[in-house]
């Protein structure tokens, strides 16, 4: 009679330990049915409330049962974040992404930011907009987003558990915020995201496969015009008017100055600067290395002006007459 209840009793602290355990168990995570989450999100809540998303760290009465959710944002510093929301309900997988940015000063300044990081990779969006401090772009996809296939890719490398503990800062500024929640168990932790790091396994892994379904993107040819200073030799800088924005030449541009009808030509001395401006396309560069900064690549340069110096652009008037 003893032995039995020796085993009835090890059969119930067993089925207690079974029915407490889930993907989040021994790590540092919250039950939010008990405390509510104390680390602010990395994105603006209106951007989740655009995207008809709930947010990961809050109950708000509609999860369902057995749900589990993935909220990711890769920041690359001084141009955008991209983030990603992945949901699972039972058998059935959805997910949305959206690049943001800020797009805080003068009139100007806002326009010009929200056109750059619209003219992202070349890409098209399926919804753009600005939301107080914020614009963003919903990408538009080429292809179907597998969803189902992303959510399994990023469990295998272990987004439940990592532990980013001692990982050290990335001297690009590059981190990877993640949010995961299964039930009402919630954990949020941060990487940053150096070049050491992102070959390592696993969270090279997890920044792979955010890579890999960009390449979905749509891609587009748009046009921009641009006022600004350069020295018109072969891969010079760009200053840009409106708000001393220093960009790089790409392709040639004395090339397309003699393809735009226009007869001066810069000369090789470094000190001459040009006043410009230019119809073209503004890429970012090297979006996952170091190295990254925007470059303008002309497509047709509407007028080209010597200058004594390099301290002011004309006034528009001074160059149109009005």
């Known amino acids: 009679m003893k032995g039995a209840y020796v085993l009835l009793l090890v059969g119930f602290v067993l089925n207690t330990a079974c029915s407490n355990s889930h ?22 809540s209106a951007l989740l409330d655009s995207l008809g998303w709930a947010p990961i760290d809050q109950r708000t009465g509609q999860e369902s049962s057995g749900e589990e959710r993935i909220y990711l944002v890769l920041t690359h510093p001084d141009t955008h974040q991209e983030l990603v929301l992945l949901k ?18 003068t009139e100007q300044e806002r326009i010009n930011r ?49 532990t980013p503990e001692g990982s050290a800062p ?26 050491t790091q992102e070959r390592s396994q696993p969270i090279s892994s ?22 600004g200073l350069t020295t018109g030799v072969l891969n010079s800088d760009f ?21 735009s009808g226009i007869f001066v030509e810069p000369n ?12 073209g396309q503004v890429k970012e560069e090297s979006i996952l290395s170091a190295e990254a900064g925007w470059t303008l690549y002309p497509d047709r ?13 004309p006034q528009y008037s001074e160059i149109t007459g009005r």
């Open 114 to 162: 929200q056109n750059e990081k619209l003219y992202y990779l070349s890409g098209r969006c399926s919804e753009t907009g600005i939301l107080g401090n914020t614009g963003f772009c919903v990408p538009e996809q080429t292809l179907p987003v597998n969803w189902e296939e992303m959510f399994h890719q990023l469990e295998r490398n272990e987004i439940w558990k990592l």
């Open 268 to 279: 090789a001395n470094t000190t001459q600067w040009y006043y410009v401006v230019i119809q």
């Open 23 to 44: 993907k989040l168990s021994g790590t540092n995570h919250i039950n939010l049915a008990e405390q509510a989450s104390a680390v602010s999100p990395a994105y603006p």
């Open 170 to 195: 990335s001297p690009t500024g590059r981190s990877i915020r993640v949010q995961v929640r299964t039930g009402d168990y919630y954990r949020s932790y941060a990487y940053g995201v150096s070049e």
């Open 301 to 313: 340069v509407l007028h080209f002006q010597a200058l004594s110096s390099a301290d002011d652009c």
């Open 88 to 105: 699972k309900e039972g058998r059935a997988y959805s997910g949305a992404r959206m690049l943001f940015w800020n797009v805080e000063g």
């Open 239 to 259: 200053i840009r008017c409106d708000d001393s924005k220093k960009l790089q030449f790409g392709g040639n541009l004395l090339y397309t100055i003699k393809q």
């Open 206 to 227: 997890i920044v792979n496969t955010l890579a890999l379904s960009r390449a979905n993107y749509a891609r587009g040819s748009n046009l921009n015009t641009y006022r």
